[in-house]
């Protein structure tokens, strides 16, 4: 507003010296046509411009413009730092797989040297200086390191989830028996059930890790 007055006293004082209006007894005598013509064609080529600057929608947008940058700038670095983290993860990760891998097994492997340890006094008994007369004597300490490996590998066995399996009995399973042959079914034994087992067979936690090797009872007198 001051910028378009301080214009408007400007061009009034340029017609006044131009004689384009004349001030006479307080009031300004009209001009002529000609005078007008003049007098606007001035006033069209020296307008002030309308627009002294950037307009408030161009600061807005700028102002935004920076905001979105600032924004995709932190927002790429927590990306970059959260792909970094997931390196790091996926590393150790791998780490503890490959350790259990490794290491699973060691407190399996620590029961194991103590069963070791008991077979070894056992077969200490068995020395070249033994005389014939400690035989008998020599014959119960194997018979006593025998009982106690046994029962040690069962006590390991049951520790650690594994499981022998007693399928006497059992209707046969081809998902944890291994059919060996069949025999006549005999007193007490149904046909289609195991009637013998060849070799045991073992699971773990439930799963079978060794099928048992077994002989079926039929109802014919066919052996495979």
Not at 110 to 129: H, M, N, P, Q, R
Request: charged share 30%; net charge neutral.
């Amino acid at each position: 507003m001051a910028a378009r007055s301080l214009w408007a006293v400007q061009r009034l004082q340029r017609l006044l010296a131009s004689g384009a209006v004349s001030e006479s007894r307080g009031w300004l005598q009209p001009f002529s046509t000609a005078t007008q013509r003049t007098a606007g064609e001035d006033c069209s080529s020296e307008d002030p411009p309308d627009v002294l600057g950037p307009s408030l929608a161009e600061r807005a947008l700028r102002l935004k413009a920076v905001k979105l940058e600032k924004e995709v700038q932190d927002l790429t670095l927590r990306y970059q730092r959260a792909v970094a983290d997931c390196e790091n993860i996926r590393r150790r990760t791998q780490r503890c797989v490959e350790d259990a891998k490794i290491f699973g097994i060691q407190s399996f492997c620590k029961d194991l040297v103590e069963v070791a340890d008991i077979l070894e006094k056992t077969a200490e008994c068995f020395s070249e200086g033994a005389k014939p007369e400690d035989h008998k004597l020599t014959l119960e300490k194997v018979f006593q390191g025998l009982s106690l490996l046994e029962a040690k590998l069962k006590s390991v066995f049951a520790k650690h989830g594994l499981e022998k399996m007693t399928p006497i009995g059992d209707k046969y399973d081809p998902h944890e028996h291994e059919l060996i042959s069949h025999m006549p079914a005999g007193v007490g034994v149904q046909p289609g059930t195991v009637a013998l087992v060849r070799q045991d067979g073992y699971k773990l936690h439930g799963r079978t890790i060794r099928l048992a090797q077994v002989e079926v009872a039929v109802e014919s007198q066919r052996r495979l």
